[in-house]
């Protein structure tokens, strides 16, 4: 009998911790040249806006690159190589549990030059069928307006988990 109930809190136990999700995401992509062929070896640094953390990576021999652990929020990636402008794209946001894909097509041109892209990461991942949604301190404000308060919202968001008394992220 109590091997019965021991492989039964193990089965259970199983089954509690294949549920967790991440709060951590990436940035994919492949790095290529204006005539869409390969970069090898380009350094790719992926840099929080709110936090200034730099996570950093290369490309490998096909060109992809994946930059992670990557905790939520805005970020700003950069991609230089030698002989190549180097290539930076502001304002991507990335969500918990997300996969954000960047390509990036390196013009030739001297280090010391650089082409900025500034705009807004998709919310759908072509990666996944996942939709992700990133709430603005606005939007709580409104949702703080209408009854709920901050705990509330927070536990609105995706890696939130709710547990009696408090919640965890």
């Known amino acids: 009998m109590l091997q019965r109930t021991a492989a039964l809190l193990l089965l259970l136990s199983g089954f509690v911790f294949s549920q967790t999700t991440t709060i951590q995401g990436s940035i994919v992509g492949n790095v290529s040249d204006p005539t869409g062929g390969a970069i090898t070896a380009a350094s790719i640094t992926a840099t929080n806006t709110r936090t200034n953390i730099s996570v950093q990576s290369k490309s490998d021999g096909s060109g992809f690159y994946r930059v992670e652990p990557?905790?939520?929020?805005?970020?700003?990636?950069?991609?230089?190589?030698?002989?190549?402008?180097?290539?930076v794209r502001d304002g991507l946001m990335l969500s918990s549990d997300q996969t954000l894909r960047v390509e990036a097509r390196l013009e030739v041109g001297s280090v010391s030059e650089k082409v900025e892209v500034v705009g807004e990461s998709s919310m759908i991942e072509t990666d996944s069928a996942q939709i992700n949604h990133v709430r603005s301190w606005d939007n709580r404000k409104f949702l703080l307006t209408?009854?709920?308060?901050?705990?509330?919202?927070?536990?609105?968001?995706p890696g939130t988990t709710t547990?009696?008394?408090?919640?965890?992220?």
């Not at 805005?74 to 402008?85: G, I, M, Q, T």
């Not at 709920?148 to 536990?155: E, G, I, K, R």
């Not at 547990?163 to 992220?169: H, I």
């Open 70 to 87: 990557l905790l939520s929020g805005p970020y700003r990636l950069s991609v230089e190589h030698p002989n190549f402008k180097a290539l």
């Open 146 to 157: 209408r009854g709920l308060d901050f705990f509330s919202t927070v536990a609105l968001e």
């Open 163 to 169: 547990g009696d008394p408090s919640f965890e992220v």
